[in-house]
């Protein structure tokens, strides 16, 4: 089991890394930081007396911006976890993943910072704090140099605070060492440009000017913050079940949104801070022509397309109202037990029509009629990689005529913040009292199978006993389908 979810986080991680280092490379482009990267590289040649030690100190330069980044997350990781343990650790990310205050809050954080990028107005950090690290750096010592890299921390961060926060929310959903790693890639992609430009100084001849070309790269980063932004208020819709923010609803803005941000690369749109544009650019033509694509890609969404390049960002398509071509009566809920639904099933569905339980006793006692083995999925309302195997793998044709016909099926939110009634509430080892289907699910896959990280597919016989070494996220289609079929063949034993 152990190798198995470990072979799934690692995926997982190396996917957040390469997200990491492209936003780590956007940053750059943005008006906070692209003016300084002539000015601070200049510094160190200047107060350097050889060109060798001013490439040491453009590498220290990079090391302390790394730092700056990394070692404050770490830190708080490491307290977290000497304090409380990894329980605590993992407590405190599951808040921030999925309860509605701290989604709710980098809404509101995303909305703010989106509208600061369209010109409403500017964010900054106190300017004495600013200064204060910007008369230290004036000296030339190793201690000047820190306070360099903090004084460009600091500047930038109406830009890249936005883009930090995104890195280490998405990162939260997996192992809790993920947002140091993250961070760490992150910086070191933000920092490197400087390090390569102090060794390389002829090539700030080849750096474009800085101009009315960088308002419009934050304006397009608003536009994409707005539209990153409802990922959390869509979160905390689905583990709370307010019904606010639907797949249709979720597309219709997104469709508006980038339709906007089209409009506003073809000139059409202009903000407080535009430069004139006389003509469009090829480059940023063909940006225009990647955007209005991917709103027609969107748009058979509206009914019912799977969209499954975007599977793990958009809710799932059972909160779609109307899909042209659905059959009725397919949901979960015509499942029925001596006369009654499943339980959970009035606001939990499974995806492709799928009928199932979502309580393991329920489909445990199911199973036992029925004389099939039983497939769990430890799933989350905000788990991105399992809305792409439900989307990729799920769809396969032979995948779901396994599921279908040959498995009681029963998935486990390990996230959902449905209060139980208290005769089902369970109380741990330690004494703490878990009430939400969630927590009770979560500390389930926790102690019987050790791991605390979605998707993870156990297929399970009579008496509990394992049919196969579980699975995690892996989006092999064919692969998952051997997977199905070797847990039949040795129930069927």
Known sequence: NASISTQTDNRTLWMLIIEAVLWGFAALLTPCVFPMVPMTVSFFIKNSYTPARGRVNALLYGLFIIALYTLPIAGIIAITRLVGGDAVTADIFNFLATHWLPNILFFAVFMIFAASFFGAFEIVLPSSLVNKSNEKSE?????GIFFMALTLVLVSFSCTGPIVGSVLIKSTAGEFWNPIITMFAFSAAFALPFTLLAF???????LPKSGGWLNSVKVVLGFIEVALGFKFLSVADQTYHWGLLDREVYLAIWIAVFSLLGLYLLGKIKFAHDSDLPYIGVGRLALAIGVFAF??????????????????YLPPLETQDFIMGANAGTSSATLQ???????YSDFLHLPHGLQGFFDLKEAEEYAEKARKPIFIAFTGHGCVNCREMEARVWSAP???????????????????????????????????????????NSYYALHRYGINAQPYYVLQGRGGRLLAEPRGYDLDAEGFAEFLKRGVKEYNR
């Open 139 to 143: 000296k030339s010592n190793i201690v």
């Open 200 to 206: 390389f100084p002829s090539l700030l001849k080849k």
């Open 295 to 312: 709103i027609v890609y969107l748009i058979p969404g509206m009914w019912g397309a799977p969209l499954k390049a975007l599977s793990g």
């Open 337 to 343: 037990k001596e006369g009654e639904a499943p339980k």
């Open 398 to 440: 032979e995948v779901l005529s396994i599921l279908r016909n040959d498995y009681v099926i029963v998935a486990l939110y390990t996230d959902d913040k449905k209060q139980l009634p208290r005769e089902e509430w369970i109380t741990t080892e330690t004494g703490k009292t878990l009430k939400s289907l969630g927590k009770i």
